[in-house]
């Protein structure tokens, strides 16, 4: 029963055009960012590397695939959020809002099943968006730049990581932002078990992700001490693999920081699933 | 006989509101048993209540002779239901519908039983079609077919007629007859139409403000109840004259301008109508109802 309740939502997600439309704005606007430093990349880089030429000499092929898949993991893992509460976020509440949810329920299937069954599809449906991303960003890049050492400008420093280091911390930043994400869509799906339309856990998850990231910015005493548990502090942990040497325990707590927030929330989200009245 | 469900004392309270206030009944196998109430009397929600759709505050239910709470998976399968409007998955066809709710019906249900089932409720040759090209009658026989999936021994409708044109309303009744008569299910039907109830049901359980008024036989409960007939005629007082000087005398209800009411028997129309045609009174109309009937339509009006 559980292979045929997921095969049925997977089946659901794949048959609605609004779950390609995500895909299809990635896939363009990676693409136009591949092309757009195809053609003009050189003065972009040589902007960005300029305060640093005056101290080092760089020679190479600074502008190669594994720069290109971090620069759009960099910008696009921002608004990712959005794309996957939007399917998501539409598990549960989308059904009760077409009234599906009634006639689903009323299948000889326990509620439990039928909830992870959804998050599961939903967890599926993240995960290969995460992995599209990844394979258009490495693929494309390196079809189109090559390969090179990368070079990653941050707060501490530069940090030249050579070509040959950079696939297995690649994977793993993945399998980070794969977390991060999953801690999205968790907390969309268990916005979905209160709603009966669509709109309010898609419009909620995001209001919890902007209201814990403004939370986590502010530099009030009080907040010091919350930061740290906010899943959104973590949201960006993947690019602590691209560190040197790479900060384990910083990684581990993030890690468990997320697990622990999946693990709640999904939770909760099954309690309330388990308990509601089907009205609509 | 045992009974096939059997509500028990069910409540369902909304904060301070009560849906359903203490309602009992029994549903035997074979039975169509019509649940009958104005909008917004709690037929809806007590038959969610039989789906588990919500939880009552109180009472039990058992169906097959299991308790709904903790044999609700194994009473699901060999239960189906439309519940108010049927709503399938409009980016789908209508096949695809029905081997979605197939994979979950705990049955392996073969393509060839979904076509089958499509035939039935004449949407044979709509298989492949989007629902969202429906039109509200084809998706209620599509709700249908999908509530026949797992061969139920006992299906739930809510109101299945609500909302088709008369054509569709014929058609949806014609199939719930045939599944009376034809596959002799066990039937639970909600309207707020009495004669679609009698024109279906054996028994029914009439309910208003949450709790049940009455319950029976169909025919027991409409036979029993007197019959109000009245007479549209051009001379009220030269009728009602002639009515006191027969045995009649006291079967007279009321009267108005053109029109007196009596209370008598179904054979004793004829005895009247000959009674004023005799006395040259024009008889333009003679319209009988039932004491049911205006019990229930006093229901609806208040």
């Given at each position: 029963?559980?292979?045929?309740?997921?095969?049925?939502?997977?089946?659901?997600?794949?048959?609605?055009?609004?779950?390609?439309?995500?895909?299809?704005?990635?896939?363009?606007?990676?693409?136009?960012?591949?092309?757009?430093?195809?053609?003009?990349?050189?003065?972009?880089?040589?902007?960005?590397?300029?305060?640093?030429?005056?101290?080092?000499?760089?020679?190479?092929?600074?502008?190669?695939?594994?720069?290109?898949?971090?620069?759009?993991?960099?910008?696009?893992?921002?608004?990712?959020?959005?794309?996957?509460?939007?399917?998501?976020?539409?598990?549960?509440?989308?059904?009760?809002?077409?009234g599906?949810?009634r006639i689903?329920?009323t299948?000889?299937?326990?509620?439990?099943?039928?909830?992870?069954?959804?998050?599961?599809?939903?967890?599926?449906?993240?995960?290969?968006?995460?992995?599209?991303?990844?394979?258009?960003?490495?693929?494309?890049?390196?079809?189109?730049?090559?390969?090179?050492?990368?070079?990653?400008?941050?707060?501490?420093?530069?940090?030249?990581?050579?070509?040959?280091?950079?696939?297995?911390?690649?994977?793993?930043?993945?399998?980070?932002?794969?977390?991060?994400?999953?801690?999205?869509?968790?907390?969309?799906?268990?916005?979905?078990?209160?709603?009966?339309?669509?709109?309010?856990?898609?419009?909620?998850?995001?209001?919890?992700?902007?209201?814990?990231?403004?939370?986590?910015?502010?530099?009030?005493?009080?907040?010091?001490?919350?930061?740290?548990?906010?899943?959104?502090?973590?949201?960006?942990?993947?690019?602590?693999?691209?560190?040197?040497?790479?900060?384990?325990?910083?990684?581990?707590?993030?890690?468990?920081?997320?697990?622990?927030?999946?693990?709640?929330?999904?939770?909760?989200?099954?309690?309330?699933?388990?308990?509601?009245?089907i009205l609509s | 006989?045992?009974p096939l469900l059997s509500a028990?004392?069910l409540?369902k309270?909304?904060?301070?509101?009560?849906a359903v206030h203490d309602v009992s009944f029994d549903v035997y196998p074979g039975d169509v048993l019509g649940f009958l109430g104005p909008n917004g009397a709690g037929k809806s929600t007590t038959l969610r209540m039989l789906l588990s759709l919500i939880?009552p505050?109180?009472?039990?239910i058992?169906i097959?002779?299991?308790?709904?709470?903790?044999?609700?998976?194994?009473?699901?399968?060999?239960i189906g239901c439309i519940i108010e409007k049927p709503d399938f998955?409009?980016?789908?066809?209508?096949?695809?519908?029905?081997?979605?709710?197939?994979?979950?019906?705990?049955?392996?249900?073969?393509?060839?039983?979904?076509?089958?089932?499509?035939?039935f409720v004449g949407?044979?040759?709509?298989?492949?079609?989007?629902?969202?090209?429906f039109s509200h009658g084809m998706r209620q026989r599509l709700g249908i077919a999908q509530a026949l999936?797992?061969?139920p021994e006992l299906i739930l409708l809510d109101e299945p007629t609500t909302g088709l044109d008369p054509q569709g309303i014929i058609e949806v009744r014609e199939l719930i007859l045939r599944l009376k008569n034809e596959r002799n299910k066990t039937i639970v039907l909600s309207s707020h139409l009495l004669s679609e109830i009698e024109l279906i049901a054996n028994r029914m359980v009439i309910i208003n403000k949450g709790k049940a008024l009455v319950q029976g036989e169909v025919a027991v409960l409409l036979n029993a109840s007197?019959l109000f007939?009245?007479?549209?005629?051009?001379?009220?007082?030269?009728?009602?004259?002639?009515?006191?000087?027969?045995?009649?005398?006291?079967?007279?209800?009321?009267?108005?301008?053109?029109?007196?009411?009596?209370?008598?028997?179904?054979?004793?129309?004829?005895?009247?109508?000959?009674?004023?045609?005799?006395?040259?009174?024009?008889?333009?109309?003679?319209?009988g109802r039932r004491k049911l009937e205006d019990y229930f339509l006093k229901l609806t009006s208040t």
């Amino acid at each position: 029963m559980w292979r045929n309740s997921l095969y049925n939502e997977l089946i659901k997600i794949t048959a609605r055009p609004r779950s390609f439309l995500g895909v299809a704005a990635i896939t363009l606007i990676i693409v136009l960012i591949q092309v757009a430093m195809k053609m003009d990349g050189l003065s972009y880089i040589q902007f960005i590397t300029a305060p640093i030429e005056q101290n080092l000499i760089i020679e190479g092929n600074i502008l190669n695939g594994n720069l290109m898949t971090f620069i759009i993991l960099q910008m696009l893992l921002i608004h990712i959020p959005l794309l996957v509460a939007f399917i998501t976020g539409d598990l549960i509440s989308g059904e009760a809002a077409m009234g599906t949810l009634r006639i689903l329920l009323t299948k000889p299937v326990s509620r439990a099943n039928i909830y992870w069954s959804k998050y599961l599809a939903g967890a599926l449906y993240t995960i290969l968006l995460l992995l599209w991303i990844a394979i258009l960003a490495w693929g494309g890049g390196h079809l189109l730049f090559g390969t090179g050492d990368l070079i990653i400008l941050n707060s501490d420093g530069i940090v030249i990581l050579q070509a040959h280091d950079i696939f297995w911390r690649l994977s793993a930043a993945l399998l980070q932002a794969t977390l991060a994400l999953l801690t999205i869509s968790t907390l969309s799906i268990f916005f979905s078990c209160f709603a009966d339309n669509s709109i309010g856990p898609i419009v909620s998850t995001m209001g919890v992700v902007i209201l814990f990231t403004l939370v986590g910015s502010l530099d009030v005493p009080i907040f010091t001490y919350i930061r740290p548990l906010l899943f959104t502090t973590h949201m960006a942990a993947w690019r602590l693999w691209f560190n040197d040497p790479v900060p384990y325990a910083d990684i581990a707590f993030s890690s468990v920081i997320l697990v622990l927030h999946i693990i709640i929330l999904a939770g909760l989200g099954l309690w309330k699933f388990n308990r509601k009245d089907i009205l609509s | 006989m045992k009974p096939l469900l059997s509500a028990r004392n069910l409540v369902k309270d909304y904060g301070s509101f009560r849906a359903v206030h203490d309602v009992s009944f029994d549903v035997y196998p074979g039975d169509v048993l019509g649940f009958l109430g104005p909008n917004g009397a709690g037929k809806s929600t007590t038959l969610r209540m039989l789906l588990s759709l919500i939880r009552p505050t109180e009472g039990q239910i058992h169906i097959f002779e299991k308790d709904l709470l903790t044999h609700r998976t194994s009473i699901l399968s060999k239960i189906g239901c439309i519940i108010e409007k049927p709503d399938f998955y409009k980016y789908l066809s209508a096949r695809k519908n029905l081997q979605l709710f197939a994979r979950w019906s705990a049955q392996d249900i073969p393509n060839s039983k979904i076509d089958e089932l499509l035939e039935f409720v004449g949407l044979g040759d709509r298989g492949k079609d989007k629902v969202a090209g429906f039109s509200h009658g084809m998706r209620q026989r599509l709700g249908i077919a999908q509530a026949l999936l797992n061969d139920p021994e006992l299906i739930l409708l809510d109101e299945p007629t609500t909302g088709l044109d008369p054509q569709g309303i014929i058609e949806v009744r014609e199939l719930i007859l045939r599944l009376k008569n034809e596959r002799n299910k066990t039937i639970v039907l909600s309207s707020h139409l009495l004669s679609e109830i009698e024109l279906i049901a054996n028994r029914m359980v009439i309910i208003n403000k949450g709790k049940a008024l009455v319950q029976g036989e169909v025919a027991v409960l409409l036979n029993a109840s007197e019959l109000f007939v009245s007479f549209h005629v051009d001379d009220v007082q030269k009728a009602m004259d002639c009515i006191h000087q027969s045995k009649y005398a006291t079967s007279i209800s009321m009267h108005q301008p053109n029109e007196f009411q009596m209370q008598i028997n179904r054979e004793d129309i004829p005895a009247i109508i000959k009674l004023c045609t005799d006395n040259q009174i024009a008889i333009y109309s003679v319209e009988g109802r039932r004491k049911l009937e205006d019990y229930f339509l006093k229901l609806t009006s208040t």
